[in-house]
């Protein structure tokens, strides 16, 4: 972005400022302002950002927001009183999107959308100026800050929506007004907050609310649960994907190694892919950019080059080489019943190594049947094939007792929240052939179990 401060005034339905810079960037954080930003102080219960203005402007921020019931101005520096500054950047980033040709992409989904977004970013970036969200800027803060982020010349950007009510997705898509959108598929995160799969479902189809009219919904065939949203919607242009045959690109084959997953698809491709990322559910969020990368022109061999060199976000089935030759697969950035499901079924399936471990975290924000969730787990969990289990986290408990009639006391361990714990009796059984999963909710923080063992 760049614009004056005459311009940004103009889209806020402001009184022109006394001095007109130009701004560059907009930072609601002094520790990560840039030169000619503009800061949007935000007050809250506990911190009021009003306080940081003059350190912004001695960051170098071009100007500055100020609610108009914040006393005290500073004198002699460019500001813009506004009414509320959460709004006031709303209205920049929709202001600011309306004057871009960028293509925007959305996707949203219980689990995957991260990945998928990188997946998507990265097979685009060798052929077009792209950016995608950081971070976790995937609601109505991060979302209008990563718009504004955008450079002019900017051909496609790709946008994680998160949420954890309804309206939530449909604010963000009216926000962004994508081209493409896509639903990685329905989970159990939230459910304390939308009450059942079915209303899960019903939030994630929001995307749809700002989706171009000759837009097109990409979203995961194998979920039942969107089949009644998408049949209400007649008009409505769409491609499927997964592992059932109806769906226009599916899953033939999945063969892993140390370096990465080989698959085939057939459906509006016939073709064999690679990617540098371990998991038949990562197989799945690759499906739903090749539609987009085809939809947008790519060539199968275009998409196959870029898809070898994809680079996900940390702690998404991570390869992680331990000092002592064996492997540990980080994928703790967050975790709920559908996605430690996959995980685990990934490690069942996969021949890497012999050896097979799994260290499990409570997963959180599943409502009322956390207990039953939690417990569902050990189906997927058999002495045949995993040599130990660690679980961690009070809710771990839960599944502690539906496993201790198949584990013995040297292969089950339960801790509370001791880590030290975890990592000892680990250290001792873990060596050169085994290969470890880590899988927890982000506030159990389980990479911290992995980082002793890295080289």
């Known amino acids: ?9 103009k889209w806020l339905g402001l009184e022109q400022p006394t001095s007109n810079p130009v701004v560059t960037g907009v930072s609601i954080n002094t520790r990560t302002l840039r030169r000619g930003d503009l800061f949007i102080p935000f007050r809250g219960e506990n911190v009021n950002g ?15 927001f100020w609610l108009k019931d914040e006393p005290n101005p500073p004198k002699d520096v460019p500001l813009l009183f506004v009414e509320s500054s959460e709004e006031a950047l709303q209205q920049m980033a929709r202001a600011y999107r309306s004057e871009l040709s960028t293509v925007f992409i959305g996707i949203t989904g219980s689990n995957g959308k991260t990945s998928t977004k990188d997946l998507l970013a990265g097979m685009l970036t060798p052929y077009f100026r792209v950016k995608k969200t950081e971070g976790n800027f995937n609601n109505e803060l991060g979302l209008p800050l990563t718009i504004l982020s955008l450079e002019e010349d900017t051909e496609y950007a790709v946008l994680e929506m998160g949420m954890s009510s309804f309206g939530e997705i449909e604010f963000l898509s009216n926000m962004a007004k994508p081209t493409y959108a896509v639903i990685t598929n329905i989970g159990e995160a939230h459910m304390q907050d939308l009450g059942s799969r079915e209303g899960i479902a019903k939030a994630k189809f929001e995307i749809i609310s700002g989706l171009a009219k000759d837009g097109l919904l990409v979203y995961d065939g194998d979920e039942p649960l969107l089949k009644p949203f998408i049949s209400n919607v007649p008009e409505l242009n ?7 045959e109806l769906n226009d690109l599916r899953i033939e084959q999945v063969t892993f190694t140390e370096q990465g997953s080989s698959f085939m698809v057939s459906g509006e491709l016939n073709e064999e892919m690679t ?5 038949e559910h990562q197989v799945k ?10 939809e947008i022109g790519l060539s199968a061999q275009q998409m196959r080059e870029a898809l070898k060199q994809i680079v996900l976000t940390d702690m998404r089935m991570q390869v992680i080489e331990a000092k002592n030759g064996s492997i540990f697969i980080n ?7 559908t996605s ?5 079924h990934f490690l069942e399936k996969s021949t890497i190594k012999p050896d097979k471990w799994l260290v499990l975290g409570d997963m959180l924000e599943l409502g009322p049947n956390e207990k039953s969730f939690h417990e569902e787990i050990s189906h997927s969990i058999s002495n045949e094939v995993f040599s130990g289990i660690c ?4 809710r771990m408990k839960w599944l502690y007792d539906q496993l201790a009639d198949k584990f013995s006391e040297q292969q089950l361990k339960w801790v509370e929240d001791d880590y030290e714990s975890l990592i000892s009796f680990l250290n001792s059984n873990i060596k050169k052939d085994s290969i470890v999963l880590v899988k927890g909710s982000r506030g159990m923080r389980l990479e911290k179990v992995i980082e002793p063992f890295q080289k």
């Open 275 to 279: 990617i540098p990322v371990l998991g």
């Open 340 to 344: 430690m499901k996959a995980a685990i």
């Open 1 to 9: 972005m760049k614009k004056t401060l005459a311009q940004i005034a």
């Open 331 to 337: 994928d703790a950035y967050n975790a709920a019943p």
């Open 238 to 244: 769409t491609k499927s994907f997964g592992t059932d």
């Open 391 to 394: 679980l961690f986290g009070p």
């Open 50 to 64: 009003h306080k940081f203005v003059e350190a912004a402007f001695e960051n170098g921020a071009a100007a500055a």
């Open 285 to 294: 969020n690759t499906l739903a950019a090749i539609l987009i990368g085809k």
